[in-house]
C-alpha cells in the first residue's frame, strides 16, 4: 500500500519558536487516522502546513507523489487534498445551498482558462444547472438539505461545521484534512460526525483529523499519531497508543516539573 | 555645497512641522484604527484659526498660536463626539467614509466661509533673514522650528509620564484588557483624538505665516501625513517624527535637484516605493508608541 | 420583480429625451452623470464586490481621458536621450478603444499590488497613485499641455468608410452612446457578478482562507476583477474627453472620487443596481441644487448625506429599501481587515 499523504521530516520555526520539531509520517490510501497531542503541540500548524497556509522551515510534505512546497492553497485543493476550518467554516453571509455552490468553483474550471470570460461569452448555463444538481445531491449527503435556504452565519455551531464538510467535499477530494471537527459538540452531535467520517471514508476519501476528544479518536481511527511539543511520540493502532507509556506522561504528567523536564530535553536537541 | 546646507536647513525646519502632523495622525491611526479624512482639515482649520486672530482679530501673533491649537482640540473633541462614537463598532470602511464626509463639510465650510482666495498671516518677525555663515534664515521659520520642536517634546512627555499617555499606551496596546483595567476607553479616544487633532492644527498655525492659507491646503497635507505615519510605523512616535524629516528632507532635494514641480510627489513616491518593498510599513507595528 | 426594474429604468431612460425634450443643459447634466455613473458602477466592482477600497479609481478615469484624447490628437515629444515620440492622430473611435485597453493595463497593476499591500495601506496607495498620475499630467507640458489643457479633442465617429460617418457631436448623440455603453456595462458587470466568478469573489470577500481551501484562485480572480473595473473607468474617461473636448489635470482631483465613492457607498455597494441609483441622484442633486445654493453649500450637503446615510442605511439605499420592503437586502461584508498592519 502506498503511502496518500507523506509528511517528510517537517519543521516550523517561528523565529526562535519551535512549533514543529521533525514530523515524519505517512498516511496509507483508505485510512482513517487521527493527529492527537495535548494543547500547544503543533497540530493545527501541522496541517497548515500541509494546506499550503504556511511554509515549513525544512522538510516536505508530498501528496500522491507530488511535493507541495510553495503551492499556494487551491493549488493544493486542485491536487485532491482539501480541508476544513476549526473555527470559521462557513461563508456567513450566504445561504448555505450558496455555500456549497461557492464550494464548486472548481467544478467549472478548465486549467488556464481566464475567469469570467465563460460568463461573459454565456456559456456558462450548462455548468450552472450542473453545479446546481451537485449542490444539493451534496447538501442530501451530509443531511442539510432542510437548512438549505437559511444563512450560514445563523446556524448551530455543529450544523455549520457540517456546511464545511459539504464544502470540502464540493472539491472532490482524494483526501480530507479534518480540524477538530467535534469540539464544542454534544454526545449525539458527535455519534453523527462519527458516522459521517466512516461515509467518507467509503465514499474513497482517506481521512486525517486532529482532534481532543479520546473517545471519538479511539472509536473512529484506524491509526493515531500522537505530538507533543512538536515532535511524534507515538503512532500505532487506538489500542497500543492507548497503553503507550509516552503518551500518557504527555497527558497526564501536566505538573510543571514534567513540563519543565520536557523543556529542558526540547532546549538540548533544538 | 551651500546651496545643499540651505536645503538641508530648510528641510529641518519643514520637518518639525511635517513630525507634528505625522505625530497627530499616527496617534490617531494607531489607537483608535480610524482613517482619519478629517487630518487635513484640521490642519486648515487651524492656519485659517491663526488668520482670523491675527489678521482678523487683531490678536498677539504669540498669543493666537495657543488659541489656534486650542481650537483645534476642541473641534478634534466634538468630531470624535459627534460623528465616531455614534460608529463605534462599525467596519474601518464604514468609518473612513464618515470621516471623510467630514472632511467634505470642514472644507467646503472653510472655502464658504472665507472664500477661495489665499489669504497672508502677518508675522510680526523682522523680514530680514538672519545670516548664519552661508545660510540664510528667516526669523519666523526659526521660531517654527522652535515652536514644532517644543510641541513635540509636549508631546512626548504627554504619552510617557502622564497618567493619560499611559492609559493611551494600554489602550494602543489591547483596548479591551485596558478597559478590564479600569480605563476609561471611550474617553481615551476622545482625548487621543482631540490631541491629534490638535498637532494638525499647530502644523497648519505654523506653516500658515511661512506660505499662505487657502481652504484646499489640506489636501495634500493629508496625504503627506499618511506617507509619514507609513514610514514611521502605525502608532509610532518617534517613527513618525523622524519620518516627518525625513519627508521633508526628500522634498527639499527633490525639489532642489530634481524639479520642482515634482516636490509634492515626492511623499507619495514614497508611499508606494515603502509599501511595494515592505507592506506592512518601514517598521513594523509598534510594541509600544512613544 | 429584480429582473423587470432595470428594464424599465432602461426604458426610461431612452424615452426620457423623447418625453422632456431636447433641453441641452439638461442633457449635459444626463450626459455627465451618465458618465460618473458607469464610473460608479465600475468602482462597485472593486470596492462592493472584492472588497478592494480602491481610492485611485479616478486615476483609471483620467488616463482613459488622456490617453483617448492624446491618441487622437497626435502627440510629438522629447523623451530625452535623443528619442522623440511622434504620434500622429487617429479616429476618436481608436481612442475610445486604447483608453480601455490602457486603464485596464493601469488596473492589472493595482490588482496585483493589492496582494502585497493590505488593508487600510492598499487605500492609501491608490490615492498616492492617484497624485502622482495627477502631477505628472499637471508638469508634463510637452506632453499634456499641462494645466493649459488639451482642447480641440475630436468628437467620435462611427460608422465605416463607404458606408457613411456619423459623427457624434450632438448632446442628444451623446446622451444615447452614454446610455449604450453604461448599459452594456451594467450587462457585462451583471454577466460576472451572477456565475462562478461572482460566487468566488463573494467568496474571498466572505472568508478567505476558507475561499482559497475550495479552489479559488484569489490573486487571478481579484486581478480579472480590477482590469475590468479599471478598463471600465478608462472608457468612461474617453467618452468623457470627447464629450466635453477639453480635458485638464483637474480631471484627476480626489474630489471626483469621492463623487463616485459617494454613488457606490449611497446607492448600495455591492449590489447591481446601487451605483445606479447613486449615481442618478448624486450625478442629478448639483443640478437641483445648483439655482439654490453655492457648490461649497451643495458639498456641504453631500457630506451631510453620506453620513446620514451611513448611520441610518449603513449597507446604502438600495438594500435599505429592500430590506424595508420586506425583501432580503444584498449581503454586505467589512471592506477593510481589522489592523492593517498584520500581513496574511
Known amino acids: 500500500m502506498s503511502a496518500i499523504l507523506s509528511v517528510e521530516h517537517v519543521g516550523v520555526r517561528f523565529g526562535g519558536l519551535v512549533a514543529i520539531a521533525d514530523l515524519h509520517f505517512d498516511v496509507y490510501a483508505g485510512e482513517i487516522v487521527s493527529l492527537i497531542g495535548p494543547n500547544g503541540a503543533g497540530k493545527t500548524t501541522a496541517f497548515n502546513v500541509m494546506t499550503g497556509f504556511l511554509k515549513p522551515s525544512q522538510g516536505d510534505v508530498r501528496f500522491r507523489g507530488t511535493s507541495l512546497r510553495g503551492l499556494a492553497p487551491h493549488a493544493i485543493t486542485r491536487l485532491g487534498l482539501a480541508r476544513t476550518f476549526q473555527r470559521t467554516s462557513v461563508f456567513p453571509d450566504d445561504t448555505v445551498f450558496d455555500n456549497v455552490m461557492i464550494g464548486l468553483h472548481q467544478m467549472g474550471a478548465a486549467a488556464g482558462r481566464v475567469p469570467g470570460l465563460d460568463a461573459l461569452l454565456g456559456r456558462a448555463a450548462a455548468a450552472e444547472r450542473a453545479a446546481r444538481a451537485r449542490a444539493e445531491a451534496l447538501l442530501d449527503w451530509v443531511g442539510l438539505s432542510a437548512r438549505a435556504y437559511e444563512k450560514a452565519g445563523a446556524l448551530a455551531y455543529g450544523e455549520q461545521r457540517l456546511v464545511g464538510v459539504a464544502l470540502a467535499l464540493a472539491t472532490e477530494p482524494a483526501m480530507l484534512l479534518l480540524d477538530e471537527p467535534v469540539s464544542g459538540m454534544n454526545a ?19 481521512v486525517l483529523l486532529v482532534e481532543h476528544d479520546m473517545p471519538m479518536v479511539m472509536e473512529v481511527s484506524d491509526r493515531i499519531v500522537v505530538l507533543n511539543y512538536g515532535r511524534l511520540i507515538a503512532e500505532g493502532p487506538p489500542d497500543r497508543i492507548r497503553s503507550d507509556p509516552a503518551v500518557i506522561e504527555a497527558y497526564l504528567g501536566q505538573g510543571s516539573a514534567a513540563r519543565q523536564a520536557a523543556a529542558a530535553q526540547e532546549a538540548v536537541h533544538a | ?279 506592512t510599513g518601514l517598521f513594523a507595528r509598534a510594541e509600544r508608541i512613544g | 420583480m429584480n429582473r423587470l426594474l432595470p428594464l424599465a429604468l432602461l426604458a426610461g431612460l431612452v424615452a426620457l429625451p423623447l418625453g422632456l425634450g431636447t433641453n441641452p443643459y439638461l442633457l449635459n447634466a444626463l450626459i455627465v452623470t451618465g458618465i460618473l455613473t458607469i464610473g460608479a458602477m465600475s468602482l462597485n466592482l472593486l470596492l462592493g464586490f472584492t472588497g478592494q477600497l480602491s481610492l485611485g479609481h479616478i486615476a483609471f478615469f483620467g488616463i482613459g481621458a488622456y490617453v483617448s484624447a492624446l491618441t487622437s490628437l497626435g502627440f510629438d515629444v522629447d523623451l530625452g536621450f535623443g528619442i522623440r515620440a511622434v504620434h500622429v492622430p487617429w479616429p476618436a473611435a481608436v481612442g475610445l478603444l486604447l483608453a480601455t485597453v490602457a486603464a485596464g493595463g493601469c488596473g492589472y497593476l493595482i490588482g496585483r499590488l493589492s496582494f502585497r499591500v493590505r488593508g487600510a495601506y492598499f487605500v492609501i496607495v491608490t490615492i498616492s497613485f492617484a497624485e502622482v498620475v495627477r502631477l505628472v499630467a499637471l508638469n508634463w507640458v510637452e506632453l499634456t499641455q499641462g494645466p493649459l489643457a488639451l482642447t480641440n479633442i475630436p468628437a467620435i465617429t462611427l460608422g465605416l468608410p463607404g458606408l457613411g460617418m ?58 480579472v476583477a480590477a482590469v475590468i473595473s479599471a478598463a471600465m473607468a478608462g472608457a468612461a474617461g474617453s467618452l468623457y474627453a470627447h464629450y466635453l473636448r477639453i480635458i485638464d489635470p483637474d480631471v484627476f482631483l480626489f474630489a471626483t472620487t469621492v463623487s463616485m465613492v459617494i454613488m457606490v457607498v449611497a446607492g448600495g455597494k455591492g449590489t447591481l443596481m446601487g451605483p445606479v441609483v447613486g449615481g442618478l441622484i448624486f450625478g442629478l442633486l448639483p443640478v437641483a441644487l445648483r439655482p439654490v445654493m453655492a457648490p461649497e453649500a451643495q458639498w456641504i450637503v453631500y457630506g451631510l448625506v453620506l453620513i446620514v446615510i451611513l448611520f441610518v442605511m449603513p449597507r446604502g439605499i438600495v438594500p435599505g429599501l429592500a430590506a424595508l420592503l420586506g425583501r432580503r437586502p444584498a449581503p454586505a461584508a467589512p471592506v477593510l481587515e481589522v489592523n492593517p498592519a498584520v500581513q496574511r
Open chain 2, 1 to 279: 555645497m551651500n546651496e545643499l546646507i540651505q536645503h538641508l536647513v530648510n528641510a529641518l525646519i519643514l520637518g518639525g512641522t511635517y513630525a507634528l502632523l505625522g505625530i497627530g495622525l499616527t496617534l490617531i491611526f494607531g489607537i483608535m484604527n480610524v482613517v482619519n479624512f478629517t487630518h487635513g482639515a484640521l490642519y486648515t482649520v487651524g492656519a485659517y484659526a491663526m488668520y482670523l486672530a491675527v489678521a482678523a482679530l487683531g490678536l498677539n501673533f504669540f498669543l493666537a498660536l495657543p488659541v489656534a491649537i486650542l481650537g483645534g482640540l476642541l473641534l478634534g473633541a466634538a468630531i470624535e463626539l459627534l460623528l465616531l462614537r455614534p460608529f463605534r463598532g462599525s467596519d474601518i470602511d464604514t468609518t473612513m467614509l464618515v470621516m471623510i464626509g467630514a472632511g467634505i463639510i470642514l472644507q467646503s465650510g472653510t472655502l464658504w466661509t472665507f472664500g477661495g482666495v489665499a489669504k497672508a498671516i502677518p508675522s510680526p518677525f523682522p523680514e530680514a533673514p538672519l545670516q548664519i555663515g552661508p545660510v540664510s534664515v528667516s526669523w519666523l521659520r526659526l521660531f517654527v522650528l522652535g515652536a514644532a520642536l517644543t510641541l513635540i517634546a509636549l508631546t512626548y512627555a504627554l504619552i510617557n509620564r502622564t497618567k493619560l499617555g499611559l492609559a493611551m499606551r494600554a489602550a494602543f496596546q489591547d483596548s479591551d484588557t485596558a478597559a478590564l483595567m479600569g480605563v476609561d476607553v471611550r474617553r481615551i479616544y476622545t482625548a487621543t483624538f482631540a490631541l491629534g487633532s490638535s498637532l494638525a492644527a499647530a502644523a497648519g498655525a505654523l506653516l500658515g505665516p511661512v506660505y499662505v492659507v487657502f481652504p484646499q491646503m489640506g489636501g495634500l497635507a493629508e496625504l503627506k501625513a499618511f506617507a509619514i505615519v507609513i514610514l514611521g510605523g502605525l502608532g509610532n512616535v518617534t517613527g513618525a517624527a523622524i519620518g516627518g524629516f525625513i519627508l521633508a528632507l526628500a522634498e527639499e532635494l527633490g525639489a532642489g535637484y530634481v524639479s520642482s514641480g515634482y516636490r509634492d510627489a515626492m511623499g507619495f513616491l514614497i508611499i508606494i516605493a515603502v509599501l511595494l518593498c515592505r507592506p
Open chain 1, 188 to 206: 449525539s452531535e458527535t455519534r453523527v460526525f462519527v458516522r459521517l467520517i466512516r461515509q467518507i471514508r467509503e465514499r474513497g476519501v482517506t
Open chain 3, 166 to 223: 456619423w459623427t457624434l457631436k450632438t448632446k442628444l448623440q451623446n446622451y444615447y452612446l452614454v446610455l449604450a455603453v453604461g448599459t452594456l456595462c451594467y450587462g457585462v458587470i451583471a454577466r460576472l457578478v451572477g456565475g462562478r466568478f461572482g460566487r468566488a469573489m463573494r467568496g474571498l470577500k466572505e472568508n478567505e482562507p476558507l475561499a482559497l481551501s475550495v479552489g479559488i484562485n484569489a490573486t487571478r480572480t481579484l486581478t
